[in-house]
């Protein structure tokens, strides 16, 4: 616990450091934070169970009914036809439900802390995607920049190559030589340029925005030093862990709930009855004298009311057994999860360990070639090298030089994968909330168990995500998008992008 909380505080300070003129990955993150519709819609359903833990609340609380209604008999009776109206008030307060109202509000709770275990678990895999979307817009546009470099070196041989060939210094096969290589480097700069346009589109559909001028990301923090205790904090933080094993505490609290129907319930009962016969007294009891038939009564009650199940078909049985195969699936899932868990730290750990030695031996193959190209440029100046030795040299230096960038991209990567798997990749790790609060769900937590009216409805819901489209914005809920009455109906495009209400 003690490395996971210095491992936070260090990429904390170094995402701080890391600002500049040109977008940095901290900004690039808050921005992810703020707008990723994944992420606001995980809000939403975190809102929703916050929600359920109010409704499960409502069940100890008085229930307070009114009923009102006119009655006209059809059948005769007497003299006339009975007509009548009345209202009442019912009220109703329970004193004892077998632990079914208080093992409800324990399982609605422990599923708020599964479903903020999820959001956090939601954070972290989305930020470990905008790190990965920042780094191959990083790594792409470096590529396309050695490529454009390629293609201006070997334009450069090849106008030499021409110039020596038409002194005859020169065979016409090594001009060919020369074409061909630039056409090769020509189409591996489209396809590296098609590679960046297609990085820098999921950096929008992820971040929100199209990158512009990126800033080397900032150093990783130290990292476990072994798959084991890489696996040791996985186990105490991850969030899906704490999750589920969440889920099954509550899935246990269902049991209860479903065993309480097997007990007495208690309610503490009353009620008060108005009645007025609106006149019809008289006709319905003509031998009565006039006027001594009451036009109007009323009456009120309070007592205890108990209902005792004797036998009910099997129905308890049978949601008993049905809750225990769910904490069962639960229980097994838990076990998948964990599975999941030791198995994605050790892979990060073993990537992150591959991608640091692909470096080293990169940064010297980098070096080698470097050496070596200039080596070969000599030696073919005095004509122990031929061309293609050197385009042969050229490119292996290209080479090298793309896969120095591409390690060095899946180092990155790699090593925030392992802070993901570990629990360490959060809003709360990452200290971005340098530019605003971060989301904290406990306020509308209790904003909503304080909450009793029932008529205390949210604001109309409308979407937080941005959008990456220009276009008139998507209709509220609830709510059908205008329409021009000049242009009539208008078709509707399977591909028109739609908006779900969310935070």
Known sequence: MRGSFMAAAAIAALL??????????????????????????????????????????????????????????????????????????????????????????????????????????????????????????????AIVALNENQVRVLESNLRASRDRFE?????????????????????????????????????????????????PPPGLPPLPGTPEQAVDIALANNPDLISILAEVRAAGLDVFVARADRLPTVDAVGSSRYTNFLGSQDERFPSAPPGTLPNTESNSGLGVQARIPIYQGGLVGARVRQAQAFQSQLLEQGIAIERSVVADARAAFAAYRASLDAIRSNEIAVAANRLALEGVRAEQGVGTRNVLDVLNAEQELLNSQVSLVTARRDSYVAGFQLLNAMGQAEAADLNLDGIGPLYDPQINYDRSIRRRSDFGDDPRPTATA??????????????????TPAQGPQPTSRNTPTTEPRQ
């Open 466 to 483: 941005t959008r990456t489209v220009a276009g008139p914005p998507a209709p509220e809920a609830g709510r059908s998008a205008p329409r």
């Open 167 to 215: 002194v005859g210094d020169l065979t016409r096969t090594d001009v060919a030589q020369s074409e061909a290589r630039l056409a090769l480097a020509q189409s591996d700069l489209a396809l590296a340029q098609g590679r960046l346009r297609g990085s820098e589109e999921n950096y929008r559909r992820v971040i929100g925005v199209l990158p512009g001028e990126l800033q």
């Open 16 to 141: 701080v450091g890391g600002a500049g003129q040109a977008e940095t990955l901290r900004e690039a993150l808050v921005q992810t934070y703020n707008s990723n519709p994944t992420i606001t819609a995980q809000r939403a359903q975190l809102r929703g169970l916050d929600e359920a833990a109010s409704v499960a609340r409502a069940a100890q609380r008085l229930q307070l009914a009114g009923t009102a209604g006119v009655n006209q008999d059809l059948t005769r009776t007497g003299g006339g036809n009975g007509r009548n109206f009345n209202a009442g008030v019912d009220v109703s307060y329970p004193l004892f439900s077998g632990g079914r109202i208080r093992n409800q509000i324990r399982a609605a709770d422990t599923r708020v802390e599964a479903g903020r275990a999820v959001l956090r678990a939601t954070e972290g895999d989305i930020f470990t995607e905008s790190v990965a979307a920042y780094m191959d817009v990083t790594r792409d546009r």
